[in-house]
C-alpha cells in the first residue's frame, strides 16, 4: 500500500456510499465496497469510477490518483470479504436502525483491523447503533453532505464510549481528503447541518406553495442571498459582522425586533401532505425541465467555483477545526 494511504471499505452502495467510495478513490486509495445487493454490488464500480474522474475534471483530484484508486476497487462477496483488511470502515446502508445495528454487530467480528468504524447516518446516535456491538470505542457517526466527494463538510458525533484518539485519527483521515469536520457534542435527530437545511427549506417550500415565488427564483434567492453569505462565515459570524464594532450585540439591539415578527410569520407545519407534494413536485419539474444530468453538471460546476473562491481567499483552512 503507497505511503499515507489508507484502506476503506464502504457499507452500502447508495448513493451517499458511492460518494464516499468515489471520495476515497479519488484519493488514490484502496478502496472495498458491499452491498447485500447483488445488482448495486455489481453497478457500483462503473459510476464510482465515473465519479472519482469527475473531480479531474473539476480539478478536485489528479488523474494519477483518481486511475489508482479506481484499480485499487474491489467487490467483496460477504462483509468480511470487503473488510477484512479495511482500517476505516464506513456504513451507509438505508436509514434503518436495525439495519444499521445488524451491520455494526457483523462488523465486529469481521472488521477486526479496523481503527475507525462511521455510520453515515443522520437521524440516530451512533450508541443506539452499537448497542449491542463490541469494540463501541472506535464507532461514531461521521455524516456527509450530498455529493460527499464535492460537499466539504463532515459532522462528526462521538458516543459516549468513543475513543478520542479514533475521532482524532479519523479528523486527519478526513483533512487529507480534503474535508472539513465539524464535532456534535450532543445527539440531535438529523444532526446540525440537516436541521438547519429542513428548516429553510420547510420555508422555501411554503414560499412557493403560496405562490409567493417561483421555484426558480426560490432557488436563486436562496443560492445567491443567505447561502453565499453564510458561505465564507456562517450565520453568527455574518450577524456579528453586520454591525461593524457594535457586533452581535449591536444587530440585536437593531434587528432582533424584525426578525421576532418574522419569526411569528415563519411555517410552522410538520406534514407535507400528498396534495402538496404532487403540486411541489410538479413546480420543480416544470422549473427544470432540462436533462437532469446538464442541470447536474452545472451545479457541480457552480459550487466547485465557490469552494475555489473560499480557498483563494484562505477562508477554508480558516474554517477548519
Given at each position: 500500500?503507497?505511503?499515507?494511504t489508507?484502506h476503506?471499505?464502504v457499507?452500502?452502495?447508495g ?6 467510495a468515489?471520495?476515497c478513490?479519488?484519493?488514490g486509495w ?5 452491498d ?6 455489481h453497478d457500483?464500480?462503473?459510476e464510482?469510477?465515473d ?5 479531474v475534471?473539476?480539478e478536485?483530484a489528479?488523474?494519477r490518483?483518481?486511475e489508482?484508486?479506481i484499480?485499487s476497487i474491489?467487490?467483496?462477496k460477504?462483509?468480511?470479504q470487503a473488510?477484512?483488511?479495511a482500517?476505516?470502515?464506513?456504513e451507509s446502508?438505508?436509514?434503518?436502525l436495525r439495519?444499521?445495528q445488524?451491520?455494526f454487530?457483523?462488523?465486529s467480528?469481521?472488521?477486526?483491523k479496523?481503527?475507525v468504524?462511521t ?6 446516535a451512533?450508541?443506539?447503533i452499537?448497542?449491542?456491538s463490541n469494540q463501541?470505542e472506535?464507532c461514531?457517526?461521521a ?5 460527499p466527494?464535492?460537499?466539504?463538510l463532515?459532522e ?7 475513543d478520542?484518539a479514533a475521532?482524532e485519527l479519523?479528523k486527519g483521515?478526513?483533512?487529507?481528503l480534503?474535508k472539513?469536520?465539524v464535532?456534535i457534542n450532543k445527539?440531535v435527530?438529523g444532526?446540525v ?5 429542513a ?7 411554503d414560499l412557493?406553495?403560496?405562490?409567493v415565488i ?7 434567492a436562496?443560492?445567491l442571498g443567505p447561502?453565499?453569505g453564510?458561505a465564507a462565515?456562517?450565520p ?8 461593524g ?5 449591536g444587530?440585536?439591539q437593531?434587528l432582533?425586533?424584525?426578525?421576532e ?6 411555517a410552522?407545519?410538520?406534514h407535507?401532505n ?7 413536485t410538479?413546480a420543480v419539474?416544470r422549473?427544470?425541465?432540462e ?5 447536474r ?5 457552480r459550487?466547485?467555483?465557490?469552494l ?5 481567499a484562505?477562508?477554508l483552512?480558516?474554517l477548519?477545526?
Amino acid at each position: 500500500m503507497k505511503t499515507g494511504t489508507v484502506h476503506v471499505a464502504v457499507i452500502g452502495m447508495g448513493d451517499i456510499g458511492r460518494g464516499w467510495a468515489a471520495l476515497c478513490v479519488a484519493a488514490g486509495w484502496p478502496v472495498s465496497i458491499y452491498d447485500n445487493e447483488a445488482q448495486a454490488s455489481h453497478d457500483a464500480p462503473e459510476e464510482v469510477s465515473d465519479r472519482a474522474r469527475a473531480l479531474v475534471a473539476l480539478e478536485r483530484a489528479t488523474d494519477r490518483d483518481v486511475e489508482r484508486g479506481i484499480r485499487s476497487i474491489t467487490v467483496g462477496k460477504s462483509l468480511l470479504q470487503a473488510c477484512g483488511e479495511a482500517q476505516w470502515v464506513i456504513e451507509s446502508v438505508p436509514e434503518d436502525l436495525r439495519l444499521k445495528q445488524q451491520v455494526f454487530q457483523g462488523l465486529s467480528a469481521t472488521a477486526k483491523k479496523a481503527r475507525v468504524v462511521t455510520s453515515s447516518t443522520s437521524g440516530y446516535a451512533i450508541q443506539d447503533i452499537v448497542a449491542q456491538s463490541n469494540q463501541k470505542e472506535r464507532c461514531l457517526v461521521a455524516h456527509p453532505l450530498n455529493p460527499p466527494e464535492l460537499i466539504p463538510l463532515i459532522e462528526l458525533a462521538p458516543g459516549p464510549d468513543t475513543d478520542p484518539a479514533a475521532m482524532e485519527l479519523l479528523k486527519g483521515w478526513l483533512r487529507a481528503l480534503r474535508k472539513i469536520p465539524v464535532v456534535i457534542n450532543k445527539h440531535v435527530p438529523g444532526n446540525v447541518a440537516n436541521r438547519i437545511a429542513a428548516a429553510v427549506w420547510r420555508e422555501a417550500i411554503d414560499l412557493v406553495l403560496k405562490g409567493v415565488i417561483d421555484v426558480q427564483d426560490l432557488d436563486r434567492a436562496v443560492s445567491l442571498g443567505p447561502a453565499l453569505g453564510w458561505a465564507a462565515g456562517g450565520p453568527h459570524l455574518t450577524y456579528h459582522l453586520a454591525s461593524g464594532s457594535q457586533g452581535v450585540s449591536g444587530f440585536l439591539q437593531h434587528l432582533l425586533g424584525m426578525y421576532e415578527e418574522t419569526w411569528s410569520d415563519l411555517a410552522t407545519w410538520s406534514h407535507l401532505n400528498q396534495k402538496d407534494q404532487q403540486k411541489l413536485t410538479h413546480a420543480v419539474e416544470r422549473a427544470y425541465e432540462e436533462d437532469i444530468e446538464k442541470i447536474r453538471r452545472a451545479r457541480d460546476g457552480r459550487l466547485v467555483e465557490i469552494l475555489r473562491g473560499l480557498e483563494r481567499a484562505r477562508l477554508l483552512p480558516r474554517l477548519m477545526p
